[in-house]
C-alpha cells in the first residue's frame, strides 16, 4: 500500500488480523498530513471523514490526530502552540481495541484528579480492567470481544520522573525517552504477547514494570489492606525503610544459612553415626588394599611381560638342542663341507657344489652363533607371579563389589576417612558454627532494633496524620493506632506490625480485619494514601469506587481529598456521587449504546458544558434549567 490510511469504514469491516497486516505503514504520509492540518487547520474538514486516530501507525501520531480531533468539533484553534497546550495537559494515553464492550477507544486522561462516571454497566471498570491488563495483569481469552480474533490494549506513559521504571529497562536493556509505550496484545487462544517500546517482553518483567507504572484501589486491594502481613510493607514504604530494610535482610539471610548449616551438620551426623559401623568396615577394607592409580595396568602388563619371557625362553632351549652337540646342525654341516672337499677332490664337478656349501655355512654359523648368545627378559618368579595374580585378583574383586574403578575406590576410601573424621571432629565444628551462629544472630538483632525504632517513631507521625485525613473524611471521632508486637526474626524484621482502628469514641480499637465496614476501610486506604503522597513514587493511582457506600457531605470530604491526591499524582476514580465528580479537574463520561445488535461503549471527556449534563444525570434530576444552575453551582468552584 502506498498510504498508511484506511477509511473508518474499511476500518470497522476489518478484522483484527486484518488491520495488524497493515502495520507498520507510511510514517512519511502521517507526518504530511498532521504537517499540513498544523499549517492549514482547513485540511480538517477533508480527513474528518476519512480518518480517525486508529488510522495512525505511529502512537505519537495517533495522539496529535485525536487532540486536533478534539479542538475541531470544539470549534477550537489549531496550530502548534494550541495542540502543544492541549497535550502538555495530558500526560498518559491509552488505547483499546476490540476489548470486551470496546471495539476502538483512544483516552487521553488529564494532569490531578479524573473522575469516571456513567451509568451501571456501562463499562467502567472495563477501562480499568484494560489498565490493569496492560500492566501485567493475568488475562483470558474472555476479553476478546465477540467475533474478534484478538484484543489490543496500548497505553503511554510519562516516565521522566519514575526513577524506577528507567531503572527496570536499563536492566532490560530497552531504550527509552520520556514517554513508555507499553502494548498488550490478546488472541481468542487465550496466549497473549506484551511489547514494551516495541520490544516482546516475558509477562513477569511487565509486571514488575506496572507495579512502578500503577497503583489500582478496589475491592481487592481493601482485603489486601485488611492483611496485616501488608501493614509492615506500608508502613517502611513511609519510613522510607529501604536501604535500612536491605541491610537486615542480607543479615537476616546470612544467619539463616548459618542456621541451615547446623541443621545440614547435625543430620549429618546423626546419619553418618547409624552408619559408622559400616562406615569404618569400608574405610578398613579399602585402606588395607593401598590402593594406588594406575596399579591395575602395571600388574597386568608384568603379567603379559613374564608370559612372552616364557615363550622366549622355550625357544632358545629348542634351538640350543638344534644346533649344539654331536648330532647337531652346526655338526652336520662341517660334516657336509668335509664331504664335498673329498669327493670335489676326486670328481672335479662337485668343486662348485662345496665351494657354494663353504659360503653359505659362514652366514649360518654366524646366526646360529648370535642366536645362541640371546638370553630371555628378566623372568619372573612364579611366587612373584602369584603374588601378581593375587593382587590383580583382589583389585578386581573390589571393582566389582563396589561397582566403580580403581579411581572411584581411592575417592569412596577418601570419603570414607573424611565421614569417620567429622563424626570424630563434630563437637569442635559444631562449636564453631553455634558461635557463627551467634554472631548472625546478634547482627541480626541490631538491625531489627534499628528498624523498629524508626518504624515507632515514624508510626506516631502516621498515625496522627491517617486520623487527621479521616477527620477530613468525616470520621471525627476515628482513632488510628499502630501496633508493634516483638516477635523472632522474619523477613522483615521482629515487628508485628498491625493498623488498628476505632472508628467512633467510645469504642475499642479493632484489627482493621474485624468490624470494619467497607466504606470505613475505603476511607482509611484514601487517608493512607493522602498521608503517604510524598513518599509513593507510583505516578498513577486508580481509586475503583472508593465512595461505594457513602453519602452527602462525606462524599464531598472524599472529592476533596482526591482532589488534594492530585496535587502530587495522576488520580482516576470511578465515582457515582456527583459530590465526588464535582470536585474532580476533569471528568471522563462511559456511556454505551446498541449499533447493528451489538453493544458498544464509548468514552467522553467532558468540557464544562457537557459535564453540566452529566452531573444532572448523576443528581437524579430532569434536564431542567433549576437542575443545570444547580449543577453549574457545584463545579463553580473547579473553573474559578
Not at 656349501?357 to 638370553?375: G, H, K, T, W, Y
Amino acid at each position: 500500500m502506498t498510504s498508511g490510511f484506511t477509511s473508518t469504514k474499511q476500518r470497522k469491516n476489518m478484522s483484527a488480523n486484518e488491520m495488524s497486516e497493515l502495520m507498520p505503514q507510511n510514517i512519511d504520509a502521517e507526518e504530511a498530513i498532521l504537517g499540513a492540518i498544523l499549517v492549514s487547520p482547513v485540511c480538517m474538514n477533508k480527513v474528518v471523514e476519512h480518518l480517525r486516530p486508529e488510522s495512525f501507525y505511529k502512537p505519537a501520531h495517533r495522539l496529535i490526530y485525536a487532540a486536533a480531533l478534539d479542538m475541531f468539533r470544539k470549534n477550537e484553534p489549531i496550530d502548534i502552540v494550541t495542540i502543544s497546550e492541549y497535550l502538555r495537559d495530558r500526560e498518559d494515553l491509552e488505547n483499546a481495541l476490540n476489548f470486551t464492550l470496546i471495539s476502538e477507544a483512544s483516552i487521553s486522561f488529564a494532569h490531578g484528579f479524573t473522575a469516571i462516571t456513567g451509568e451501571t454497566g456501562a463499562g467502567k471498570s472495563v477501562l480499568l480492567k484494560a489498565l490493569r491488563i496492560v500492566c501485567g495483569e493475568k488475562t483470558s481469552s474472555a476479553v476478546v470481544r465477540s467475533g474478534r480474533e484478538k484484543a489490543i490494549i496500548e497505553a503511554t506513559f510519562d516516565i521522566s520522573k519514575n526513577a524506577k521504571v528507567q531503572k527496570i529497562l536499563q536492566e532490560l536493556e530497552i531504550d527509552f525517552d520520556e514517554e513508555l509505550v507499553v502494548q498488550r496484545e490478546i488472541n481468542i487462544s487465550g496466549k497473549s504477547r506484551s511489547r514494551v517500546n516495541g520490544v516482546l517482553i516475558p509477562i513477569s518483567n511487565l509486571q514488575a514494570l506496572g507495579d512502578e507504572l500503577l497503583q489500582l484501589h478496589g475491592q481487592s486491594e481493601q482485603l489486601m489492606i485488611r492483611d496485616t502481613k501488608t501493614h509492615t510493607q506500608m508502613l517502611d514504604a513511609f519510613c522510607e525503610n529501604e536501604l535500612l530494610l536491605d541491610s537486615y535482610t542480607k543479615a537476616y539471610r546470612e544467619w539463616l544459612n548459618v542456621s541451615k548449616e547446623i541443621q545440614e551438620a547435625k543430620k549429618q551426623a546423626e546419619r553418618l553415626a547409624a552408619e559408622k559401623d559400616f562406615i569404618k568396615f569400608q574405610y578398613d577394607e579399602l585402606e588395607e588394599a593401598s590402593l594406588r592409580l594406575g596399579e591395575e595396568n602395571e600388574l597386568e602388563e608384568k603379567t603379559a611381560n613374564a608370559a612372552t619371557g616364557e615363550t622366549e625362553r622355550h625357544f632358545l632351549e629348542e634351538l640350543s638342542d638344534l644346533t649344539d652337540g654331536e648330532n647337531g646342525l652346526l655338526d652336520k654341516l662341517r660334516m657336509l663341507e668335509f664331504k664335498l672337499r673329498h669327493i670335489s677332490s676326486k670328481v672335479p664337478k662337485y668343486v662348485s657344489w662345496h665351494e657354494q656349501v663353504i659360503e653359505s655355512s659362514v652366514p649360518l654359523e654366524n646366526i646360529i652363533r648370535e642366536l645362541s648368545r640371546l638370553a630371555p627378559e628378566t623372568s619372573i618368579s612364579e611366587a612373584e607371579l602369584n603374588r601378581i595374580n593375587a593382587r590383580l585378583a583382589k583389585i578386581q574383586r573390589l571393582k566389582r563389589k563396589y561397582k566403580t574403578d580403581e579411581a572411584g575406590l581411592m575417592a569412596l576410601c577418601e570419603k570414607r576417612k573424611n565421614e569417620l573424621s567429622s563424626l570424630e571432629n563434630f563437637d569442635s565444628d559444631l562449636a564453631e558454627l553455634e558461635k557463627k551462629w551467634n554472631r548472625a544472630k546478634l547482627l541480626v538483632e541490631q538491625k531489627a532494633k534499628e528498624l523498629s525504632e524508626i518504624r515507632k517513631s515514624k508510626a506516631l507521625i502516621l498515625d496522627a496524620a491517617v486520623e487527621s485525613e479521616l477527620k477530613n473524611l468525616g470520621m471525627a471521632s476515628a482513632k488510628f493506632k499502630t501496633s508493634f508486637t516483638e516477635t523472632e526474626p522474619t523477613p522483615f524484621g521482629m515487628d508485628k506490625i498491625e493498623f488498628l482502628l476505632a472508628p467512633n469514641t467510645g469504642e475499642g480499637e479493632r484489627s482493621l480485619q474485624k468490624a470494619v465496614s467497607g466504606g470505613e476501610l475505603s476511607r482509611v486506604l484514601l487517608a493512607f494514601k493522602t498521608v503517604t503522597a510524598n513518599s509513593d513514587s507510583t505516578p498513577l493511582l486508580i481509586f475503583d469506587e472508593v465512595d461505594s457506600g457513602i453519602s452527602g457531605e462525606i462524599g464531598n470530604k472524599i472529592g476533596n481529598a482526591l482532589r488534594k491526591l492530585g496535587k502530587t499524582h495522576q488520580v482516576l476514580t470511578i465515582t457515582h456521587l456527583h459530590q465526588v465528580a464535582c470536585r474532580a479537574n476533569s471528568q471522563l463520561a462511559v456511556k454505551k449504546h446498541e449499533e447493528n445488535g451489538r453493544t458498544f461503549t464509548e468514552f467522553l471527556t467532558l468540557d464544562k458544558e457537557n459535564r453540566i449534563f452529566e452531573i444532572v444525570r448523576m443528581l437524579g434530576e430532569t434536564s431542567s434549567e433549576t437542575a443545570k444552575e444547580h449543577a453549574a453551582q457545584l463545579l463553580e468552584a473547579e473553573y474559578e
